[in-house]
């Protein structure tokens, strides 16, 4: 799994960069921590003067130093290694002194981009290949990020891959996951897998319907999502909601922690819940929203 | 032995009920039958008698077998003493009443998926074979460890009915319960100060004296809950507390009233739910 966490210099950035850690912990997954800066210097993008003044840097080192605490220093897979010189048998009864030196097991890149953070954060996710966008936002003042509205959600819209808006201070009891297709990739299951076990939470499986019954590659797929989870002693609620309570629901059940959609290109969530709407539920839930595509 | 009747479609609830009860099968003594009604359409008419009837069923019937015997198959490793389903054609709530009539069942399952939409539970409870089933129903709604069961009763609740079926039907398990009388309050009211503080209660005065009833007819028939407290809540708020015990127990009329709050309560328990009839 490729992970980027898109960080600025505020708290709710720190948190991102936890969650990705404890996530990274279980899942050795490649992590690139981006930091993004809206502001270029007089001098224009080259000028390295903005580096001195600017917080960001000091925040991006301190935030790979918290990252890597999350693991024992001859366990993490993220340290480049140098273990100098060392007698290899090259073949029986010859032995040469070589200098071994190992790189680390998997990427940790630290990068910074400078103008648009959303057209920042959507290129490098598509140069990395990432499978998931990681961001935190100051939910204080309706999800702003870098002193911005509207950053995360259009990072979630415009996304070919899954999004991780990790809101701050809400322990996440029960993790809500709604679909209303069929095409849920083996990865997402993991995923959210990985998140059950690392915040102890309940898991609910909610299968979207446009009229009282669910469709029925909509109820396979939810026997097999439930086979799935059971065979890993996890055991899911399953609930159905009409499409139409699906407002009330979310605002029900945003106490819990984590809310997940599945959406992609066979999902009625397309429409029924188009960007405006997915942007209100970034915005206004107190919970974290995990858009899995 | 509790001889268990368990109604199957092919669906993911009641492969989900199918799973509860094998699982309850290891801790209660349970004698497990399973049974499928195939409903013809509104205008399928059997066709004659005989061998002409039996041929139009056995092709009928023909899917559906698979189908119910691939989801009783994939139990199997878990419950062995499964048998084969039965399968019927006809009117299914007619097939299912004659079946636990003629043969005496102690208990009749069924799934159900939990609903956000709490008609979708209510509907389900204005049955026809709900309304004239000679014994408890257990419904169920998700896969949980069968680890602790609340036992409800409220002031109107037939102790002379619940006691003795709750006690035959968990009487050699294996499992602690709760006993919690239930005050239901509407919504929107105001919550005082007092209320809040009452909202789960050691019992007094007139409860004492009842819950104290409650647990004397339950340790005479020869099991003893592990708690005793009184809730006074909404529904919506009642149905969160429960969410902890596997298994909801209660006695209600066979016709409630399409808004009564027990109703409501026991459509948002997310586990199951057992019912026995006042």
Known sequence: MRILVAVDQNPYSAHAVSEVARLAANTWANVTLLGVHTRMSPAGAASRDWTESHPLPGAISSYRETFLKYFKEDECPYIQREFGYELIERKKGVWDELYVAKSARKELKVRIRLGNPVKGILAEAQEEEIDLIVLGCDNSHGCEWEGLSGIPQKVVNDATCSVLVAKKKKKVDKIVCCLDHDLVSQQSLEMINQLVTLHKAKLEIVGLTEGKELKGEVEQKMEAILKYYTARDIEPWIEIVELASLDAFISQEAKWGLMALWMGKKSMLEKVFPKGKVGKLIKGSESSVLILR | ?278
Not at chain 2, 37 to 42: I, L, M, R
Request: aromatic letters at 4%; hydrophobic letters at 40%.
């Open chain 2, 1 to 278: 032995m509790i001889k268990t009747l368990v109604s199957l479609n092919a669906d993911l609830a009641s492969s989900i009920a199918l799973r509860f009860v094998c699982r309850m099968a290891e801790v209660v003594k349970m004698g497990i039958e399973t049974i499928h009604v195939e409903e013809t359409d509104s205008e399928g008419n059997p066709p004659g008698t005989g061998w002409v009837r039996r041929t139009w069923e056995k092709g009928l019937l023909g899917t559906a077998e698979a189908e119910i015997s691939q989801l009783i198959n994939a139990e199997r490793s878990s419950c062995p003493t499964l048998g084969s389903p039965k399968m019927m054609v006809g009117e299914r709530e007619a097939e299912i009443l004659r079946e636990l009539e003629e043969e005496s069942y102690d208990l009749l399952v069924e799934g159900i998926l939990l609903s956000f939409d709490a008609s979708h539970f209510e509907n389900r409870m204005r049955s026809k074979l709900y309304k004239k089933m000679p014994c408890p129903l257990l419904l169920v709604k998700n896969l949980v460890g069968l680890k602790k069961i609340a036992l409800l009763v409220e002031d109107h609740t037939d102790l002379g009915t619940l006691v003795p079926i709750f006690s035959k039907l968990f009487e050699e398990a294996t499992l602690e319960y709760d006993l919690l009388r239930v005050i239901l309050q509407k919504p929107g009211r105001l919550s005082f100060k007092k209320d809040v503080q009452d909202k789960e209660v050691p019992a007094s005065g007139d409860a004492d004296e009842m819950l104290t009833n409650v647990r004397n007819m339950l340790v005479e028939a020869g099991s003893s809950p592990q708690e005793v407290k009184t809730i006074r809540d909404i529904p919506a708020r009642i149905a969160d507390s429960l969410q902890e015990y596997s298994l909801v127990a209660s006695c209600v009329p066979r016709q409630m009233a399409r808004k009564s709050p027990m109703l409501e309560v026991l459509s948002r328990v997310p586990s199951a739910v057992l019912l026995c009839w006042q």
